[in-house]
């Protein structure tokens, strides 16, 4: 194993323990505001790592460019859901029954 | 629409448009065929992305605020991973504990931002930074829902602000006119 791959392992492995830590999290907490804390914030790690460690391994820089394309977009798409989950729970128009 | 609005509207249609067909070259590769697709998209992506960072007619004009600092971005970018990061670390450390270490509520920030694409920025990263989640936004209150109220998100927020401004080239005012930049607000959320 070069030291690369054992970077990259290391990567996964901290990105993976972000992933289940956001699951726990989505498990645990007592209501939806606190939930979507756990997701976005571990998720949003969690993929970042797992990007990062599979950067090195990409076959050509354009695969490691779309990888960190990925991640931007999935931050910015799970970022943006959440405000709206958020907003909706907060204004509460009763159309979400628990 | 005088000279220099024309120069400027081209030049936005031309870095757009170049950054959307990026950003699908990336995804997609280099097939000519693939365009078929993605000449239609990249087009109404330009046009979509042009229309709604307008400056409505109403606001004044140095709201524009899509003026993005290429230089302040990397900058940026160091500084939303890092606080990615802790923010991360602080959501699994609470989880993973055998009793939760969490006390929600909910709090009210006055944003200083102006500019919309400002805005859309600062609430998206106020979610990702630690303990905090962007509710709301009704004009220039944001609702954040904190999850330690304990813990004073002041500081955090007017920080995470004072970035987003500097890279979308706004001048914050000085503040602070409230002593309570965050003011409690009643209700806890959720059940």
Request: net charge positive; aromatic share 6%; hydrophobic share 50%.
């Given at each position: 194993?070069?030291?690369?791959?054992?970077?990259?392992?290391?990567?996964?492995?901290?990105?993976?323990?972000?992933?289940?830590?956001?699951?726990?999290?989505?498990?645990?907490?007592?209501?939806?505001?606190?939930?979507?804390?756990?997701?976005?914030?571990?998720?949003?790690?969690?993929?970042?790592?797992?990007?990062?460690?599979?950067?090195?391994?990409?076959?050509?820089?354009?695969?490691?460019?779309?990888?960190?394309?990925i991640?931007?977009?999935?931050?910015?798409?799970?970022?943006?859901?959440?405000?709206?989950?958020?907003?909706?729970?907060v204004?509460?128009?009763?159309?979400?029954?628990? | 629409?005088?000279?220099?609005?024309?120069?400027?509207?081209?030049?936005?249609?031309?870095?757009?448009?170049?950054?959307?067909?990026?950003?699908?070259?990336l995804?997609?590769?280099?097939?000519?065929?693939?365009?078929?697709?993605?000449?239609?998209?990249?087009?109404?992506?330009?046009?979509?992305?042009?229309?709604?960072?307008?400056?409505?007619?109403?606001?004044?004009?140095?709201?524009?605020?899509?003026?993005?600092?290429?230089?302040?971005?990397?900058?940026?970018?160091?500084?939303?991973?890092?606080?990615?990061?802790?923010?991360g670390?602080?959501?699994?450390?609470?989880?993973?504990?055998?009793?939760?270490?969490?006390?929600?509520?909910?709090?009210?920030?006055?944003?200083?931002?102006?500019?919309?694409?400002?805005?859309?920025?600062f609430?998206?990263?106020?979610?990702?930074?630690?303990?905090?989640?962007?509710?709301?936004?009704?004009?220039?209150?944001?609702?954040?829902?904190?999850?330690?109220?304990?813990?004073?998100?002041?500081?955090?927020?007017?920080?995470?602000?004072?970035?987003?401004?500097r890279?979308?080239?706004?001048?914050?005012?000085p503040?602070?006119?409230?002593?309570?930049?965050?003011?409690?607000?009643?209700?806890?959320?959720?059940?």
């Amino acid at each position: 194993m070069t030291i690369i791959e054992i970077l990259s392992l290391v990567l996964l492995g901290t990105g993976a323990f972000f992933f289940l830590a956001g699951s726990i999290g989505l498990m645990r907490m007592p209501d939806r505001f606190t939930r979507l804390h756990a997701l976005t914030k571990a998720d949003n790690v969690g993929l970042g790592l797992i990007v990062l460690g599979l950067m090195p391994l990409a076959p050509d820089v354009r695969d490691a460019l779309k990888l960190g394309l990925i991640w931007i977009l999935v931050a910015v798409a799970g970022a943006t859901g959440a405000h709206l989950i958020a907003k909706r729970a907060v204004r509460d128009d009763g159309e979400d029954s628990h | 629409m005088n000279h220099d609005s024309a120069v400027l509207l081209a030049w936005k249609l031309f870095s757009r448009s170049l950054l959307f067909a990026g950003i699908w070259m990336l995804l997609v590769g280099t097939d000519p065929l693939a365009w078929i697709v993605g000449g239609p998209a990249v087009i109404a992506a330009t046009v979509a992305s042009l229309k709604l960072t307008q400056v409505t007619p109403s606001a004044p004009a140095r709201t524009d605020g899509s003026s993005l600092s290429w230089l302040e971005l990397p900058r940026f970018i160091a500084f939303f991973m890092w606080e990615s990061w802790r923010g991360g670390l602080d959501v699994a450390a609470r989880v993973m504990r055998p009793r939760l270490r969490i006390r929600p509520g909910m709090r009210i920030y006055h944003t200083r931002l102006r500019g919309r694409p400002a805005r859309v920025m600062f609430i998206d990263c106020v979610s990702l930074i630690p303990g905090t989640l962007s509710a709301d936004l009704r004009g220039d209150q944001v609702s954040v829902h904190a999850l330690d109220v304990g813990v004073s998100l002041d500081a955090d927020l007017r920080r995470l602000e004072e970035r987003v401004a500097r890279l979308f080239g706004e001048a914050l005012e000085p503040q602070p006119a409230t002593a309570s930049m965050i003011s409690a607000q009643a209700g806890e959320g959720g059940q």
